[in-house]
């Protein structure tokens, strides 16, 4: 994108990916409340969460995704940022509903997936899809496969300059500020998914925080249950005046249950 400070790459949602050899077959994204729309998913073989999931119950974090459509019911003037957005249930769901998204994704072959499902289901309007991972810092970032479980992709920072590498195995790494221009003055709820990078995103966010109204932050929460990454989200988030709740129960969290604490947790802004 011209006039940003890093490499802020829009994603082409005109181009036909559907003989994307990564697609193993598209299949109704089934929401309660939500009309189906296509979606594009994996060989379960090799995606043995998310991909199968699908196939097999038409959806994934059902109950996650209802509780995020039912805030954004509540407040008209929320849009969705889905960092993270793998094959894209959210950021179809959310836009299904009728709620722009913006989507983020290191991994090429997601959004070539996710722009087939737009295409399929007549929505790429809603949506805008960003190809980069996201760090405290702008650079090049190496990926860490699963062979079984595609959507826990790993980024890893401080790659060799003698590593080859392509858009199959790395990505450029902006920071949240970057995003900033997009949001300035507008009311945000984030999903954040990006396989234990959380913190560094935050870290590369100070600003976005700042100066855009994040409402709220649903994340996972299971790989920083007894981490000193996890005290430092804490921190992070306490600080700036979030509560953590648990998604499902809408039950407030208390700190000093960390590692008991959902495996995804919403943190809420607090109003007074």
């Known amino acids: 994108m011209p006039g940003y400070d890093n ?3 829009v994603f082409d949602t005109s181009v036909d990916y559907s003989s994307a050899k990564q697609i193993h077959k598209c299949v109704a994204l089934r929401i309660p409340s939500v009309k189906n729309t296509p979606i ?4 379960p073989a090799m995606d043995i969460h998310v991909s199968r999931s699908i196939i097999a119950n038409g959806n994934w974090e059902v109950g996650n995704i209802q509780k995020v459509l039912s805030i954004l019911q509540n407040d008209p003037r929320l849009v969705f940022l889905d960092l993270g957005c793998n094959v894209g249930v959210y950021t179809l769901a959310v836009a299904k509903f009728g709620r722009p998204v913006t989507a983020l994704d290191a991994n090429r072959k997601n959004l070539e997936m996710l722009t087939t499902s737009l295409q399929k289901g007549n929505i790429t309007g809603m949506v805008m899809l960003i190809w980069n991972a996201l760090s405290d810092k702008a650079e090049t970032v190496g990926f860490k496969e699963d062979n079984r479980n595609i959507g826990g992709l790993q980024m890893v920072s401080g790659v060799s300059n003698t590593t080859v590498l392509g858009d199959s195995n790395s990505s450029v790494a902006i920071v949240l500020d970057d995003l900033v221009p997009l949001f300035r003055n507008k009311s945000v709820f984030i999903k954040m998914d990006i396989e234990t990078y959380e913190l560094k995103a935050m870290m590369g966010g100070k600003k976005f925080f700042e100066q855009v109204d994040v409402k709220y932050l649903f994340m996972e929460w299971f790989h920083h249950k007894n981490s000193e990454v ?3 989200i804490i921190q992070f988030m306490t ?3 979030y509560t953590p709740f648990n998604p499902l129960t809408s039950e407030p969290l208390k ?12 943190w809420i802004k607090n109003t007074n």
């Not at 594009?40 to 060989?43: E, F, K, P, W």
């Not at 700190?255 to 919403?266: H, L, P």
């Open 7 to 9: 490499c802020v790459r």
């Open 40 to 43: 594009c998913v994996y060989d």
């Open 230 to 232: 996890g005290s430092k």
């Open 239 to 241: 600080e700036k005046k």
């Open 255 to 266: 700190i000093k249950s960390r590692m008991s604490w959902s495996v995804d947790i919403i």
